[in-house]
């Protein structure tokens, strides 16, 4: 047995993971010897810093030891503020100390053993410079310090460098919160439900409420109904044992009933686009994933940073769901043991070079790494995944310049196509009803309580997924509209961002429209049936189809363009393979249903059907605008980077 999986049993992983949105990156070191002194010798423990206002943060201090002796002198550190227990971090902090780090790991306000009341990342801001401040006052500080963290903790690391704060020196922020009114929270308008779930898993576990035994137990309780929650959504104040962790509920009420229009939004710590201007110049490297919960605001931060500072900035996107980037599946998928990394190693070379002024070359590396999905066998391997394979390459921006922006139309026979429609008129209309919302089936995706299944899989219900309710693939509802290519006569890479401009109207003031790219596998002898493997998908609620700052309600019968931003991808369709895009308007419980009725977020206490119609015709020229990447000339490629990860 892989030594990992046993440690994340240990640490309890699996419950941490069901934690939709934010997940903890805890992993067992590879290397690391048995010493006579075990790393709580060369600790501090609950070391409380103090806030501003006086409230104290619970700190954990690992300090740099040899032959069983703690070194004494200035050394640079590396900082985690994490919500999800510093006390996870020992393993973490173990390697580092061992590479001549003193390590920082910090429960953020209001979560463990720290004071205070806890708020979604708004309090990271001065809470991290504050830390910072203590940081490089103390004894044994040289003056710089680094941040490490996935999710939540990858998102404090945005935080911080938005209080610009003294010695910050480097980040590596991964798959981390950012620009979570646009996308990962808020989506195209709709709420992320992932999140209604984080509330419900997170206010049992490392709150102030579930400090009391008879409190926790009530909270772990409703856990176990989330699903129900979600089917009977809204929530109002007052009305769930959330109740007894306010400052939960307070949350959760919120931003179920602001939309992106709301200035939260656009605060520093849910927010880098718009506060780049106070965001620290410091090298920064992100890591994300093609099915990441946070995939496009990832990029969003690139392109804003990229722009706006010397860094350097860089960028490694690979197949990963959220925190996977040691694993070389996910979902019902295999892309080849080259697809993962040593996280460990990885960031290492960074904090060497930046920290300690090695000359390891890291500097000079691209600053854009990308994995390019598929090109595999497409057999069935023994855990029973297909093998989709892939290949690393290395870039110098995003999106990429030599990018052929191509739209692909949407024709009233069911194909997809580069020729524009002819047709005087064409539609396809269809009935949305909300009791009865389209099964999310993997992507883009954090999995929790078994609300949810992420990564790449086949899109075909099964007892796996609890609210289907029956074995079809969706594509055989009659609320998905299903267009594809013919066979593609060669390969086609597709890497970038993507939009689905749509022209749409329906029966009702407000409904939503869904968009999902698929590649569509043929049948082979280890899958007769193939594969429709999801790539990405999105969103647009119809009220935010002009702004997302100035929602306005349609009139019912009017025909109206919409734009879903579906998330990147990269990903090459082998000849043989459609391009397939996938219409619809719901995805539950990935985003939140709409009602259809208008009412206002967070008050949708009916439902009714819509009658939701799609035009393809020479006068609405539905499309999808596809990033297609030239062939290169024949090359060898391989791995990047091997020695280094």
Known sequence: MDPRRSYFRVIGFTMLSVSLGFIPCRRVLRGQS??????????????????RDGVRLATDIYFPAKNGERLDGQFPAIL????YDKGNSKLMAAFYAAHGYVVVSQDTRGRFHSEGIWHMMTDDVSDGHDTARWLVAQPWSDGKFAMIGTSYPGGTQHAMAEAD???????????????????????????????VNWIFFTAPWGSRASRDPGTRAILEEANKHVREYLMNLPISKGTTPIKLAP?????????????????????????????????????????????DSWDLPTTMTYMALAKAKKGPIKMILGPWIHGGHRERKNGQVDFGAASAIDEESFNLRWYDHW?????????????????IMGGGSEG???????????????????????????????????????EKPSEPEARITYQYEPWHPVPTIGGNISSGNGIMLQGAMDQKCSPEIWNCRDTLPLSAR??????????????????????VRLWASSSAPDTDFTAKLIDVHPPNKDFPAGMDMNLEDGIIRARYRNSLDLPKLMKPGEAYEFTIHLYPTSNVFKAGHRICIDISSSNFPRFDVNPNTGAPLGDERGQVAAMNTIYMDKIHPS?????????????AEGPIGTPHF
């Not at 048995?34 to 806030?51: A, E």
């Not at 985690?80 to 919500?83: D, G, L, M, S, V």
């Not at 229009?261 to 849910?270: H, I, Q, S, V």
């Not at 391997?381 to 949407?410: F, I, K, N, S, V």
């Open 247 to 291: 400052e939960y509920e307070d949350w959760l009420v919120y931003e179920l009933s602001h939309g992106p229009e709301d200035p939260l939004w656009k605060r520093p710590g849910l927010d880098v686009v718009d506060n780049v201007a106070q965001y620290k110049d410091v090298p920064t490297y992100l890591i994300g994933g093609w099915y």
């Open 355 to 371: 920290l300690k002024g090695a000359k390891n070359g890291v500097e000079n590396e691209a600053p854009v790494k990308i994995f």
């Open 34 to 51: 048995n010493s006579p002194r075990s790393v709580s010798d060369f600790t501090l423990k609950d070391v409380m810093v103090p806030m």
């Open 380 to 418: 069935k391997l023994p855990d029973g995944t297909l093998e989709h394979g892939g290949r690393w390459r290395d870039e110098q921006e995003w999106p990429l310049a030599r990018t052929q922006w191509t739209p692909y139309y949407l024709h009233g026979d069911g194909t997809l196509s580069t």
């Open 478 to 499: 009659r609320d998905v509209v299903v267009l594809m290519t013919p066979p593609l006569e060669r390969e086609v890479e597709v890497t970038g961002p993507i939009d």
């Open 165 to 195: 704060p003294p010695g910050l020196a480097a980040t590596i922020p991964a798959d981390a919160v950012a620009n979570a009114g646009y996308f990962g929270m808020r989506n195209g308008g709709a709420f992320e439900l992932r999140f």
């Open 80 to 83: 985690e503020r994490t919500p």
């Open 623 to 635: 499309c999808v605008i596809l990033p297609i990447i030239p062939a290169p000339e024949k090359k």
